[in-house]
């Protein structure tokens, strides 16, 4: 109901049909989240062409045009979600992110319940009454706790006055009258710990981050500010507007989408690992959480017992090893499987998530032939296949890895290019320079055309001093 209201009121400025969109969302919203809001959007009678993340649309707004070389964490704190991304933001219109993290269930709201529960519990302390029992009290105390914490938005502390907010038995009014200086630390913390676990998880010390970026309407807030401020140690950045700033994102992503002269490019991480459910209940893990998206993995499973015809295939994701502590996305039934003992049919099962972070998984059963009444020399000749065929697979896995790091280093490379030729090609070494960083990048796609792993990973350190050199070109003009 949301997006046709929003679809009208576009309709409305524009004069003339919205049929496409580009939709925001929690940075940690999980599959069924983001399939849901894609869901709506085709009920509401739109194309969602590009789901994005909340931080990362800020970040495209903070740096889009600006030319800048950071390493900036965008800390959004909204209404109902709170979002830590870690984004490195390249001077071409590069935005890669490194890490990402958060807690779909923990915002603004939070913080009215903590005012609701306090106010509540010292009128009952002071008079016996629990409000909560009266649904007119309640609602003020709703009001009020609404209207505090924006206050707080400004000023350390703020007065809740309520008059003649219930009767008591006797008939006699009672009013409620507080002042509030806090909110709730513990709410405040818990941002401050994912905080902590994703700058682990990105590798970085906090006096790498160079920049903190605030984002949604908590951040207003002068103990929020000061939190922030104590844990990366540095003043955070205040001249996006924390409102606006990720809808001016999704303009920019729309923007980059139908127009094929905007240079940019969006690099997105999956906040969540993905797998499937493995014998004992173990989560097997696929992909890696803070994988760049889009991406496919494929790994190899067998039968856990004899004669088995079908398996369960549970599609999960999460970061713990059991898999009842992950959240279940889906499951299907793979049947129809030859009998054998246990352990010798072979499934295959491929993860892909697309560029809106939305996960597709199948499976194939792999045909393998039966050992028993073969010679010896058979037998042999067998083993020695199934150990290229394990290498194959290994290989498969190291390549796509190799690939995908590879291809991220050519596509920033191909986007310095035309500045790196301009300031340099004046001179006979710089001329060369050019020629030698085109020859490695060619190399580079050859070795991934041959799908050669060992190749692809020999050119990445080529690829690495290349588009180092060229950003310390670009950096001196």
Known sequence: MVLQEMKVIAEDYLGEAVSKAVVTVPAYFNDNQRQATKDAGEIAGLDVIR??????????????????????????????????????????????????????????EDIDARIIDWLVSGFKEEHNIDLRQDRMALQRLKDAAEKAKCELSSVRETEVNLPFIISSGRNEALHLQRTLKELSDDLIERTIDI?????????????EIEEVVLVGGMTRMPKIQSAVQAFFEKEPNKGVHPDEVVALGAAIQGAALVDDRQEMVLLDVTPHALGIMTFGSYFEELIPQNTTVPTHRTKIFTTSRDNQTA??????????????????????????????????????????????????????????????????????????NAK???????????????????????????????????????????????????????????????????????QIEGLTRTHRMFKGVVAKT
């Open 51 to 108: 789901i994005i993340n909340e931080p990362t649309a800020a970040a495209l707004s903070y740096g889009f045009g600006r030319n800048i070389e950071k390493t900036v964490a965008v800390y959004d704190f909204g209404g109902g979600t709170f979002d830590i991304s870690i984004l490195e933001i390249g001077a071409h219109g590069v935005f890669k992110v490194i890490a990402t993290a958060g807690d779909t269930f923990l915002g603004g």
């Open 195 to 207: 905080c902590k676990q994703t700058l682990e998880d990105a590798k970085l010390e906090k006096n």
């Open 311 to 384: 398996v369960k295939i549970l599609v999960m994701q999460g970061e713990s090893q059991r898999a009842e502590e992950n959240e279940l996305l889906g499951e299907f039934i793979l049947t129809g499987l030859r009998r054998a003992p246990k352990g010798q049919v072979e499934i295959e099962v491929t993860f892909e998530i697309n560029a809106d972070g939305i996960v597709s998984v199948r499976a194939k059963d792999l045909e393998v032939t039966a050992t028993s009444g073969l010679t010896r020399e058979e037998i042999k000749t067998m083993m020695d």
């Open 388 to 458: 290229d065929d394990l290498v194959d697979r290994r290989t498969s896995e190291e390549f796509e890895a190799a690939k995908q790091e590879a291809e991220k280093l050519i596509a920033e490379i191909e986007k310095l290019f035309p500045q790196v030729q301009q300031i340099v090609a004046s001179s006979d070494f710089g001329r060369d320079a050019i020629e030698k960083a085109r020859a490695i990048v060619e190399k580079a796609r050859a070795a991934i055309e041959r799908r050669d792993a060992a190749a692809v990973k020999e």
